[in-house]
């Protein structure tokens, strides 16, 4: 290594995580042809009678899903796609069927960020009145976990037979998702200190012992004002995830960092659709995917991919979305 590499922390940190990227395609690749040699080896044996079909076929389909996972990242070329995510849900209205749904969600982000080996922890929650959330914020730490996320952008609609209806009617309930890149160190972003103000509260639970008996929890309020519109807004943010509050101000502060990162790439992506128009939708708050759960039938409305697993999807397999989220608008997903 150079002398003098480290006498600015931050571009060393901000190299060497180049570095890192660039020997996980390097593996990856190494990784994906042994399992295509693996595959003609299995082919060879097939003919001389050692192996049986069956086996051929299962290195078939392990070559197929390497394959098939490295080219779905290659879609992924953009800064911000290899970068930890934040995903927030906010249930829509309809009381209690909506918070309702809005937890469901939590729980599929969940499930699919815990199988895909991220590290996922909730930020903030507001539990409903009665039953479900209201909001919550969730954490999913790791590489690209933005870059798949950022397909679940919208409004999510479910559609059943209510269990809190008496009457067994079929409602109808939305809750919105919104995912920004969730930034470290080495990701520069401004924040102006006069424009930030502060306040603490006690969190914790409805009662018993999990409440909070010191005021932990913290609200961040900054008054932002948009560098390219002049338009004014108050960004606020809650973290309630430790018992420490100087810990829970330093989790918010890296949401206010992420927010603003985000908003910045927002506004190149309205560049970017201008110059490219009709290709992409960027309404973010517009709705994406349907649940239909008596019917059996989850479709997206963008890709018009749908499945009738609905207990899998709800478990969080939801890979097959992404990728043909992916495999339709990667054109806006690439930069040369």
């Keep these: 290594m150079a002398d003098g590499f480290w006498d600015n922390p931050a571009a060393a940190q901000k190299q060497m995580k180049k570095i890192k990227d660039i020997q996980k395609w390097i593996d990856d690749y190494a990784a994906l042809e042994n399992t295509v040699d693996e595959l003609k080896l299995a082919m060879d044996f097939f003919q001389e009678e050692i192996v049986t079909e069956e086996e051929v076929d299962q290195a078939y389909a392990a070559a197929i899903a390497a394959l098939e996972d490295l080219e779905l990242r290659n879609m992924l070329r953009r800064e911000e796609d290899i970068m930890s995510a934040v995903l927030k849900i906010n249930s829509g209205a309809g009381g209690t069927e909506s918070q309702d749904w809005a937890s469901m969600l939590m729980r599929m982000y969940m499930r699919w960020g815990e199988k895909q080996g991220y590290k996922v922890s909730i930020a903030n929650l507001l539990e409903g009145d009665e039953a479900g959330i209201k909001t919550c914020t969730i954490n999913f730490e790791g590489d690209f976990a933005y870059g798949y996320l950022k397909s ?56 018993g012992q999990n409440v909070n008996k010191v005021e932990s929890g913290v609200r961040l309020r900054y008054q932002f004002t948009d560098p390219y519109t002049g338009e004014q807004e108050e960004i606020l943010i809650e973290n309630t995830e430790t018992r420490d509050q100087p810990k829970n101000k330093e989790n918010a502060l890296r949401q206010l960092r992420s927010i603003l990162y985000d908003k910045e790439l927002q506004h190149r992506l309205q560049e970017q659709a201008k110059v490219e128009a009709g ?37 969080g397999d939801i890979d097959e979305f992404i990728k043909a989220y992916l495999m339709e608008f990667s054109d806006t997903n690439t930069e040369e």
């Design 279 to 315: 290709k992409k939708k960027i309404e973010w708050g517009s709705q994406i995917r349907s649940y239909v759960f008596d019917d059996r039938r989850v479709k997206d409305h963008r890709t018009n991919y749908q499945t009738s697993d609905v207990n899998g999807v709800m478990d």
């Design 152 to 207: 679940e952008n919208g409004v999510h609609r479910l559609v059943r037979v209510s269990p809190f209806n008496a009457q067994g009617k079929r409602m109808t309930s939305f809750a919105s998702v919104f995912v920004t890149p969730l930034v470290d160190d080495t990701i520069e972003v401004k924040v102006e200190p006069a424009l930030l103000s502060w306040d603490t509260f006690r969190s914790g639970g409805a009662g």
